[in-house]
């Protein structure tokens, strides 16, 4: 990549920080505008921070048009004290709207936490393979609440490769037009080969089962 240079570079600052037009950073990126703090030289002088602190416009490379934030501390943004709205409980006080791709937020080595009086979480796509809600956790995921309903238009499964533990202290209702009730097979080939059935498991459940088997001790 041919270096890029500035015809009309200006600049204003003092030893704290500065305000720089048409600067070019160290990997070649033309900012039309940086806002930028001075840190002390780490041969000269004391540095507080590992990584800089600036707001900048920049307007070459892949990333032309976009604006770069860096805060080693912290990064705060205050607003809402006058909603735009019918009222102050229906306005509008943030927006992050992005036209194209992801958004990604990310702390890899922190808590992300998010609330509200309200929570809504909403995808709405082709309701085939766009539209999709994904909550994973690789420990624990954890539901709580006075009244947790699950609904599906075509299916709710619930499926786990040791236990499943419904306990109630008052009523569990079971209604369905159809109810199936399997006993544990027993997927050993030494003590119950495939050709003799566990219980009242039919033959294609038992190779089912030997093939989830597979699965969760691959996992």
């Known amino acids: 990549m041919a270096e890029t240079h500035i015809k009309n570079f200006q600049g ?3 030893p704290e920080g500065n305000i720089c037009f048409g600067d070019v950073e160290k990997n070649n990126a033309k900012m039309a505008v940086m806002i930028r703090r001075v840190f002390p030289n780490p041969k000269t002088g004391m540095r507080s921070f590992r990584n800089p602190q600036f707001i900048g416009l920049q307007m070459s490379g892949e990333l032309d048009g976009a604006i770069l934030n ?3 501390s912290v990064y705060s943004i205050l607003c809402g ?3 735009v709205g019918p009222s102050d409980d229906e306005g509008i006080s943030g927006i992050w709207y992005a036209e194209n791709g992801d ?4 702390a890899p080595r922190g808590r992300l936490r998010i609330f509200a009086e ?3 979480i909403l995808a709405n796509g082709n309701g085939d393979d766009t539209g999709v809600v994904n909550v994973e956790g690789n420990a624990a995921v954890n539901l709580e609440g006075n009244n947790i309903r699950l609904s599906g238009g075509d299916l709710v499964g619930m499926e786990s490769s040791k236990k499943i ?3 109630s202290s008052s009523q569990v209702l079971v209604q369905s037009g ?6 544990g097979p027993d997927y ?8 003799k059935n566990s219980g009242n498991i039919t033959l294609k459940r038992q190779l089912e089962g030997y093939i989830k088997l597979i699965k969760d001790a691959i996992k």
């Open 12 to 14: 204003l600052g003092t």
């Open 70 to 72: 860096s805060a080693p």
């Open 81 to 83: 004290e006058k909603p």
């Open 103 to 106: 958004i990604v937020i990310g």
């Open 118 to 120: 309200n929570i809504d």
């Open 165 to 167: 533990n419904i306990v």
């Open 178 to 183: 159809d109810v199936d009730i399997n006993e």
């Open 188 to 195: 050993s080939p030494i003590t119950n080969p495939p050709w």
